[in-house]
């Protein structure tokens, strides 16, 4: 009797490595599902690693433009932001991911998927959101949610002795045990010592970014051009020379080169994750950092401020939270993406850039098709088309509630 298919998510690190053994023993066919997100990985050496535990097939999908193109340039348009600091490098690969191992699980007319996500972090409930969504009838095996296998497992050290036993070479140490995931918009790091929040990250943690007091000492310009709030050139100079892309991948990759080299995008906290713990990480998000401020900062020239205002308030907050918790495919995004489109008609120009040892600034920014900036009706030095005059009517109707909240409070004797 043949065997029952799984497709596992697998990384080739400690946790997804020990899980493939595992479902061997429990006596599934393991199809294993490696996603390129644009992680430094060598693939070809976790593809022999899956095959030598005992994995039937490993695939290896290159998600990379569909990543960028579908979910971080999305983000970059409405600003997302997790709890005002985290750009949810982690969340955005999530969906592409999930939607490409449910199609290699469906072309292997696998009966369940498989992931190594812990059963008190968001990623559990990301994954298996996307799944039962885009299959509704899929299985799910979760074994950091079975009872047999995290008994066994306790930590981290038991999965290494596990490893050690079954001959499963792994990066993760004893020394070492902090997790990290990377991608092309950040890597993160958490558990091990990185647990107390008051401990402060090892310098040889940070993977991606070069230490902002080690950052070269003179700064580095470039400009970035915006159409309809998407991010479609990068003008920067290399060696001397100037240097055009427009190709969004290469755009993306570009961009995280020259912000790992100054440091850009460095952020440890402690956020509230959707299954109510918090979590304290450390993340890097060098090129993503780059892009969103950017595109924040023409927004400013460019955008009205009442649809700027109704974006910011439920577009941007909630977009955001849906990421976050995993809600991606869901009426409720749909609904928001629509909304982001219709937000950024307007949102063109260029923004021209700074890098300089862990911080990013804007030198200045422009648009030849949008024109809600006057210089000449903001200008204190000329009067243009404003009449000053007609101000005193404006102040006079806006005071007329304080005026009468505060003879209110003068007549209670209450001190404004």
């Given at each position: 009797?043949?065997?029952?298919?799984?497709?596992?998510?697998?990384?080739?690190?400690?946790?997804?490595?020990?899980?493939?053994?595992?479902?061997?023993?429990?006596?599934?066919?393991?199809?294993?599902?490696?996603?390129?997100?644009?992680?430094?990985?060598?693939?070809?050496?976790?593809?022999?690693?899956?095959?030598?535990?005992?994995?039937?097939?490993?695939?290896?999908e290159?998600?990379?433009?569909?990543?960028?193109?579908?979910?971080?340039?999305?983000?970059?348009?409405?600003?997302?932001?997790?709890?005002?600091?985290?750009?949810?490098?982690?969340?955005?690969?999530?969906p592409?991911?999930?939607?490409?191992?449910?199609?290699?699980?469906?072309?292997?007319?696998?009966?369940?998927?498989?992931?190594?996500?812990?059963?008190?972090?968001?990623?559990?409930?990301?994954?298996?959101?996307?799944?039962?969504?885009?299959?509704?009838?899929?299985?799910?095996?979760?074994?950091?949610?079975?009872?047999?296998?995290?008994?066994?497992?306790?930590?981290r050290?038991?999965?290494?002795?596990?490893?050690?036993?079954?001959n499963?070479?792994?990066?993760?140490?004893?020394?070492?045990?902090?997790?990290?995931?990377?991608?092309?918009?950040?890597?993160?790091?958490?558990?091990?010592?990185?647990?107390?929040?008051?401990?402060?990250?090892?310098?040889?943690?940070?993977?991606?970014?070069?230490?902002p007091t080690?950052?070269?000492?003179?700064p580095?310009?470039?400009?970035?051009?915006?159409?309809?709030?998407?991010?479609?050139?990068?003008?920067y100079?290399?060696?001397?020379?100037?240097?055009?892309?427009?190709?969004?991948?290469?755009?993306?990759?570009?961009?995280?080169?020259?912000?790992?080299?100054?440091?850009?995008?460095?952020?440890?906290?402690?956020?509230?994750?959707?299954i109510?713990?918090?979590?304290?990480?450390?993340?890097?998000?060098?090129g993503?950092?780059?892009?969103?401020?950017?595109?924040?900062?023409?927004?400013?020239?460019?955008?009205?401020?009442?649809?700027?205002?109704?974006?910011?308030?439920?577009?941007t907050?909630?977009?955001?939270?849906?990421?976050?918790?995993?809600?991606?495919?869901?009426?409720?995004?749909?609904?928001?993406?629509?909304?982001?489109?219709?937000?950024q008609?307007?949102?063109?120009?260029?923004?021209?850039?700074?890098?300089?040892?862990?911080?990013?600034?804007v030198?200045?920014?422009?648009?030849?098709?949008?024109?809600?900036?006057?210089?000449?009706?903001?200008s204190?030095?000329?009067?243009?088309s404003?009449?000053?005059?007609?101000?005193?009517?404006?102040?006079?109707?806006?005071?007329?509630?304080?005026?009468?909240?505060?003879?209110?409070k003068?007549?209670?004797?209450?001190?404004?």
């Open positions: 009797m043949a065997k029952e298919k799984v497709c596992l998510a697998y990384s080739g690190g400690l946790d997804t490595s020990c899980i493939l053994a595992w479902l061997i023993q429990k006596g599934y066919s393991v199809i294993c599902f490696m996603a390129d997100v644009g992680q430094e990985e060598d693939f070809e050496a976790a593809k022999q690693k899956a095959m030598k535990i005992g994995a039937e097939k490993v695939y290896v290159d998600l990379r433009r569909e990543f960028i193109e579908e979910l971080c340039f999305p983000a970059v348009q409405c600003n997302a932001v997790y709890e005002n600091v985290y750009l949810l490098g982690t969340s955005l690969a999530r592409v991911i999930a939607r490409s191992q449910i199609a290699v699980a469906q072309k292997e007319n696998c009966v369940a998927v498989s992931h190594g996500c812990t059963g008190k972090g968001n990623d559990q409930v990301r994954f298996e959101l996307a799944f039962y969504a885009l299959q509704p009838s899929i299985k799910v095996i979760a074994p950091w949610r079975i009872p047999e296998f995290y008994t066994r497992f306790a930590g050290n038991d999965l290494l002795d596990y490893a050690s036993q079954q499963i070479p792994v990066t993760s140490t004893k020394s070492k045990p902090w997790s990290m995931d990377e991608n092309l918009a950040h890597c993160s790091y958490e558990a091990g010592i990185l647990e107390d929040p008051n401990t402060t990250p090892p310098q040889d943690m940070w993977k991606l970014t070069v230490d080690k950052a070269p000492d003179a580095e310009d470039f400009a970035l051009f915006f159409e309809k709030g998407l991010p479609t050139k990068l003008v100079t290399e060696k001397g020379a100037s240097k055009t892309i427009t190709d969004s991948l290469d755009l993306f990759l570009a961009v995280n080169t020259i912000a790992r080299r100054h440091g850009v995008g460095r952020i440890d906290i402690v956020e509230n994750r959707f109510g713990i918090k979590s304290r990480g450390c993340y890097e998000t060098p993503l950092t780059c892009l969103r401020s950017a595109h924040l900062d023409l927004e400013g020239l460019v955008l009205d401020r009442e649809v700027r205002a109704l974006r910011d308030q439920f577009v907050f909630n977009y955001a939270k849906v990421l976050y918790n995993g809600l991606y495919f869901s009426p409720e995004c749909e609904f928001l993406e629509k909304s982001i489109v219709a937000s008609t307007n949102v063109n120009g260029q923004v021209r850039c700074r890098v300089y040892k862990g911080s990013f600034s030198l200045g920014r422009s648009s030849e098709t949008e024109k809600l900036y006057d210089m000449s009706e903001s204190m030095d000329e009067i243009g404003f009449e000053p005059s007609e101000t005193s009517g404006f102040i006079s109707v806006q005071a007329i509630r304080l005026k009468k909240y505060g003879a209110m003068n007549e209670k004797g209450e001190r404004l």
